[in-house]
């Protein structure tokens, strides 16, 4: 993941509230990107893709894609929540070796989630209705992302990335992603995603997710950013529509916690 701690730099801070310009607004939707293997994955291992493959590396043909998503978009119906635990490896150049965290994540529909990376967490993410949250508890820092605010739309197009598991139909879907594969090999699947709006993709080429072909469950999936960074989560212990308490998606900051809100553009 990628700390928004660089955005601090230069903050203006008033009464232990802060006020900045974000340098991209992309760079919270990335420390947020654990949140998109609740999805997709989730809706595949439901049911009724399992046709469309085939022994070897095969590519979608116009009529498999069509039929897929399908399936996906008659899959993620009975979908309510989904919860697991992963661990995250995140590859740069910059770094000999990969950095692996473990952590845990929880979703509940239609667009609630938290994400814990570290034990105990070093970073929680959480998304819900429309604030994004990203809270730092050891340095008693939290950073609030309004949604529905005024310039809100490059953030909203961000967590779209993040949502890909979840199109609330097919137009929705196909206004947001290009699938540019499907294929088995050795029992395991691989789907890529391509963000079809030019802004996205400045943000994230790629979406790739790894699923048993036995039965759909997710595996792994790995986001690849478009500044050569790779972050791909493992995933184990997954349990699909298990009750989530609601507090679950509840920031519940202490009173020392110090909340920085950026300035919408």
């Known amino acids: 993941m990628v700390?928004?701690?660089a955005?601090?730099?230069g903050r203006k801070q008033t009464g232990g509230r802060g006020m900045s310009r974000p340098s991209?607004?992309?760079?919270?939707a990335r420390a947020a990107g654990t949140a998109l293997a609740r999805g997709v994955g989730a809706m595949l291992a439901r049911r009724g893709a399992a046709g469309l493959f085939v022994a070897g590396a095969a590519v979608l043909q116009a009529a498999d894609t069509n039929a897929f998503l399908t399936a996906w978009l008659d899959a993620q119906r009975g979908l309510r929540t989904w919860s697991a635990s992963f661990t995250q490896t995140r590859t740069l150049a910059a770094l000999r070796e990969p950095l692996r965290t473990p952590g845990r994540l929880w979703f509940a529909a239609?667009?609630?989630f938290r994400w814990e990376l570290g034990e105990p967490p070093q970073t929680v993410a959480l998304r819900r209705t429309n604030d994004l949250w990203v809270i730092y508890p050891k340095l008693k820092r939290a950073e609030?992302?309004?949604l529905s605010a005024a310039g809100g739309e490059a953030w909203r197009d961000a967590l779209a990335l993040?949502?890909?598991g979840f199109p609330g139909n097919r137009a929705e879907f196909e206004a947001r992603f290009r699938l540019l594969g499907l294929a088995e090999t050795n029992g395991w699947m691989t789907v890529r995603l391509e963000p079809r709006r030019a802004r996205a993709r400045k943000f994230m080429r790629e979406i790739r997710l790894t699923l048993r072909a036995s039965d759909l469950g997710l595996v792994a999936n790995e986001l690849l950013f478009a500044d050569g960074s790779r972050l791909r989560n493992d995933f184990t212990n997954a349990v699909t529509n298990a009750p989530i308490p609601p507090e679950r998606f509840d920031p519940a900051l202490p009173a020392d916690v110090q909340v920085v809100e950026p300035v919408q553009p």
Do not use: H, Q, T
Request: glycine share 4%; net charge negative; charged share 35%.
């Open 3 to 5: 700390s928004l701690r």
């Open 24 to 28: 991209r607004c992309f760079e919270g």
């Open 7 to 9: 955005d601090l730099a």
């Open 110 to 112: 239609p667009d609630c």
């Open 144 to 146: 609030r992302y309004p």
């Open 162 to 164: 993040l949502d890909a």
